[in-house]
């Protein structure tokens, strides 16, 4: 089945609803996990990995998934060339604790910023990409710039935290990406933090 047409199924989503299409149905982003199973989806990659919460929800939906995990383990700052002690011990913290989760599905782990993660990766050799990496402007921009050319087509394109917040560019980047490739069904989840996602064509 066409993969639009799983999601508005989904979501109850009628014709005539404006876009972002948000649906009839309290929604979040395991939902979209949902549609991904309900369309055989099999690889992934997400981009911001953190303590792997979301990383396991999408393996615990979609069977047999095997999920490239996305992360650095720290916090990227343009122009500082290393992290003080501090963020180092927080970093190994949180980077254990993804692992240990992680351990018991079908993962691979690149310990990378998004960018230097591109070369891992062919071009449209994934179904899904969720990107929920650094969250100003120019860094989500990027990421979806780059991230949705190793997304076959038909395949989903995804992120986290379409809302506003103190220098966060998510709205503002994804919305010009939208109109600049002129993206004419897309849809949010309707939650406290929601998700966007579209179907690449």
């Not at 011990?89 to 949180?94: A, D, N, Y």
Request: hydrophobic share 40%.
């Amino acid at each position: 089945m066409n993969v639009n047409k799983i999601i508005k199924r989904h979501f109850k989503i009628r014709e005539k609803d404006t876009l972002p299409y948000v649906g009839r149905l309290k929604s979040t982003r395991l939902d979209i996990a949902k549609i991904m199973a309900a369309a055989n989806f099999k690889c992934g990659a997400e981009i911001g990995v953190a303590k792997a919460t979301h990383a396991c929800q999408l393996l615990n939906a979609i069977p047999g998934l095997h999920l490239y995990c996305i992360d650095p383990w720290y916090e990227y700052k343009p122009g500082k060339p290393s992290m003080d002690w501090a963020e180092t011990r927080s970093k190994e913290r949180t980077m254990t604790i993804a692992k240990r989760r992680l351990s018991k599905y079908n993962v691979t782990i690149i310990e990378k910023a998004s960018v230097d993660a591109l070369n891992n990766i062919k071009n449209e050799s994934l179904d899904f990409v969720y990107i929920d990496g650094a969250h100003d402007f120019d860094n989500v921009m990027r990421d979806l710039i780059e991230w949705t050319k190793k997304v076959r087509t038909g395949g989903i394109v995804a992120g986290h935290d379409y809302c506003e917040f103190y220098r966060g560019g998510v709205i503002a980047a994804v919305n010009a990406y939208i109109n600049a490739h002129s993206i004419v069904e897309w849809y949010v989840t309707k939650e406290e933090v929601p998700s966007y996602f579209w179907v690449k064509k």
